[in-house]
C-alpha cells in the first residue's frame, strides 16, 4: 500500500527498531512508547484494520508473535498490556492493523477513557 507507513516499515524504506520477526508478522518498537515497553506487531500483509479480511491464519499469526515480543522485550512474566484500536472511535490512527504490546510499570485496572468525560 503505497501511502502506508507501515508497509514502508515492513519494506525498509523508512527505520524502525525491530524487536521480532517472521515471514507473516513483524515487530518494532513505537515511536512514541506510551510504556517502557510499547512495541507494535503488525503483519507484513496491508490490512487496514481486523474486518479487512484478515483470515485465520493471519490472525492467528499475529497474535501468536505477540507472547514471544514480550519474551524478547522481557515483560513476559511481569505481564503487559496488549491493545488494538480498530476504526475511529477506538482511536486508530494509523491505517494498518497493528497490536500494541505495553508493559515494563504497574497499570491501574480498568481502560477505558472517552473523549466527551
Ligand atoms: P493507533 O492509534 O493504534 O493507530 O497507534 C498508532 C501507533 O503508531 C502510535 O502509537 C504511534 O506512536 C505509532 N507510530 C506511528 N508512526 C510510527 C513509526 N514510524 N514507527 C513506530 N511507531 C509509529
Redesign the pocket.
Known sequence: MADC?FCK?VAGE?P?TIVWEDDRVIA?D???PQAPVHT?VIPREHHADLSDRMGADLLGALFAAVPKVAEVKGVADSGYRVIV?NGADA????GHV?V?VLGGRRMVPGMLRFEDE
Do not use: E, K, T, W
Not at 91 to 94: E, I, N, S, T
Open positions: 507507513i516499515i523508512i524502525s518494532f513505537d515511536i512514541a507494535l484500536n482511536g486508530q490512527l494509523v497493528h500494541h
